[in-house]
């Protein structure tokens, strides 16, 4: 490679690979890599607001350990040294961790979550905490109490949500990876509508532990990145089984090989493709299967009959474990409470006649610190498990869940993956949807089946629609992360979306 | 189907979330419309199926029943967090005032 070219080309907007093999070729240092991401932060993050927190001397530490251990002719792993973003409902110990909520403004991690852990062993240099839709709860990021995140494509425009901050970021060039999580697209509609590589994997796949618990049951961990071999690195540095979350497993790397392309068969599910469906994003996606069976892949027509009830499962499923997981917030062990504060608590008699006692710490810390979003999702929660409505709600969402997973488990019956556009639409102005909930929970018709049915899905760039991307969503059996790491690889190298930057 | 202002009251007490009279109608609108998209799964005949729980079937995971106790450090790294604390402990409103 052209050392000149190297040096000439800003850092920051390398891949993982690109960056490892300068390390290693000693053409620039960790601390240079870190501090062109800083610097770029420096420069534009004022306009996109990626960030919640910036971790520059933290990062600049860890920089200088990996220079040192480069210095010493120590081998470096391909994620050491590397300057990464991780989403702020992630925990990072000593250091803010908000949610992106009042509830948890200044609450500092007392431990790292496992994919944290993992990655600082791997030599990770973490310069900061992205930003989030409150409490991983949105389509947009704009239910953020620190303010939305603007989609470097369009600033009038959202990143997608919740992990806007995070695939912003990787889009803008202000990191080289970053971490997202993901319950109902989270992970992949930011992907899509930032241009950039978004990878949900497998429920079971990646431990929650040091998450912040939204839905435990659909809640995963999953890489943003440039590309699809990045995606790849990541994943399998944090994948595995955990004792703190007894609901990873352990997969032996053999059950999946690699197949030749020639003889892998795609489906399409035909009711992914509805009539009013955004004409621009349709032949966006179109045109990427056509590419799919250029490229020597068989394409097929399949059908989820149950693709029209997804969303409807996942908004009685995700708001009753909301509702469950979030009683821990209480103003009494942690984050924003109205104790505390000199001021005795002033209300009326409640339903108990009392006044100012525990149940008004509750009632009172809870709804000052919690935003609207997760106010509705938890009330939304509380009543569909509530006596008299937990069997014609929650139960049968729960077995209309175990129908979603069967239609992906017949359709992988008669193909290996499975393509689909990941948003219906390009990245829509903010304050666009804002006030309907319902119209902002549409965004996520594509991606939400994937985590009722626990299967992995990855979104990959694959056009623009009036210069916003537009990204395709690839689907596969569950714990077959491979074969859809292989069909988005093939894709990306014969195509160039994935190497377009905006202008910022 | 709309909520009535008591359902919401209902609900608000459960979840625990003190609401203004505003809120109140603002979310008995917003939770009825989306009470009324999620209905639509009466719809779907589900009499011979069985609940999914875990997307990827596994049932049981145990570990030894061990008691570990968390260090000093780690001790006080939560009790920084807390609002109130004293003596080592966290301090609330009396549960049975």
């Known amino acids: 490679m052209n050392k000149k070219f190297i040096i000439k080309m800003p850092l920051n907007n390398l891949t993982i690979k690109q960056a490892h093999e300068g390390l290693r070729k000693k053409e620039f240092s960790a601390v240079d890599l870190a501090m062109a991401c800083l610097e770029q932060i420096k420069k534009i993050d004022k306009k996109v607001n990626a960030f919640i927190n910036v971790t520059e001397e933290a990062a600049l530490t860890q920089a200088k350990k990996v220079d040192e251990k480069i210095r010493r002719g120590e081998k470096i792993g391909g994620l050491e040294g590397i300057p990464a973003a991780v989403k702020d409902n992630i925990l990072t110990e000593g250091v803010k961790t908000t949610a992106a909520s009042k509830m948890l403004e200044n609450y500092i991690a007392s431990y790292d979550a496992a994919v944290v852990k993992k990655l600082k062993t791997a030599g990770m240099v973490l310069l900061g905490k992205t930003n989030l839709d409150e409490f991983a709860m949105g389509s947009s990021t704009e239910t953020s109490y620190f303010g939305p995140t603007k989609n470097p494509w369009d600033l009038r425009r959202v990143p997608g949500g919740t992990s806007g901050g995070s695939a912003g970021a990787v889009a803008a060039d202000e990191c080289i990876y970053a971490l997202g999580s993901d319950t109902g697209g989270s992970i992949r509609q930011p992907a899509s509508l930032c241009g950039v590589v978004g990878l949900k994997t497998t429920y079971g796949r990646v431990s929650r532990y040091g998450l912040i618990a939204m839905a435990s049951s659909l809640d995963q961990i999953g890489p943003l990145t440039k590309n699809v071999e990045d995606a790849r690195m990541v994943l399998e540095a944090i994948a595995g089984r955990d004792e703190m979350d007894a609901t990873t497993i352990k997969i032996s790397k053999s059950n999946f090989k690699s197949q030749d392309f020639k003889n892998i068969k795609i489906g399409v599910p035909k009711e992914y493709f509805v009539s009013g469906m955004d004409r621009g994003v349709e032949e966006c996606v179109k045109k990427a299967i056509k590419k799919l069976e250029e490229l020597g892949a068989k394409i097929e027509e399949v059908s989820l009959p149950h693709a029209e009830y997804g969303l409807a499962v996942y908004y009685i499923i995700m708001p009753a474990e909301v509702s469950a997981n979030l009683a821990r917030f209480d103003g009494i062990r942690y984050g924003y409470s109205i104790l505390g504060k000199g001021n005795p608590l002033q209300s009326p008699l409640n339903i108990r006649g009392e006044k100012g006692g525990l149940y008004e710490v509750y009632t009172h810390s809870r709804a000052r610190g919690f935003g609207d979003e997760v106010k509705r999702r938890i009330m939304l929660g509380a009543y569909t498990l509530s006596t008299g409505y937990y069997d014609a709600y929650y139960l049968k969402a729960q077995k209309v869940r175990t129908l979603v997973k069967q239609d992906f488990e017949k359709a992988f019956q008669k193909v290996d993956c499975l393509v689909t556009p990941t948003s219906p639409t390009v990245a829509f102005k903010l304050g666009e949807k804002f006030d309907d909930p319902l119209t902002m929970y549409l965004s996520d018709i594509y991606t939400v089946s994937i985590n009722v049915a626990g299967v992995p899905a990855i979104s990959i760039p694959c056009g623009f629609v009036k210069n916003l991307p537009v990204g395709l969503q690839i689907i596969g059996k569950h714990f077959d992360e491979e074969t859809i790491l292989q069909v988005a690889q093939a894709y990306e190298e014969a195509t160039e979306w994935h190497k377009m930057k905006p202008k910022i | ?97």
């Open chain 2, 1 to 97: 189907m709309k909520l009535t202002k008591e359902q919401v009251q209902h609900i608000a007490n459960l979840a625990r979330l003190e609401l203004t009279a505003k809120e109140k109608e603002k979310f008995r609108d917003q939770l009825s419309s989306i009470l009324d998209y999620v209905e639509k799964l009466k719809q779907v005949d589900t009499k011979e199926v069985a609940g999914t729980a875990h997307a990827t079937g596994l049932e049981n995971v145990m570990r030894e029943d061990k008691i570990t106790s968390a260090s000093k450090e780690a001790k006080d790294k939560l009790l920084e967090a807390a609002p109130i604390s004293e003596k080592g402990l966290v301090k609330t409103r009396g549960v049975f005032e």
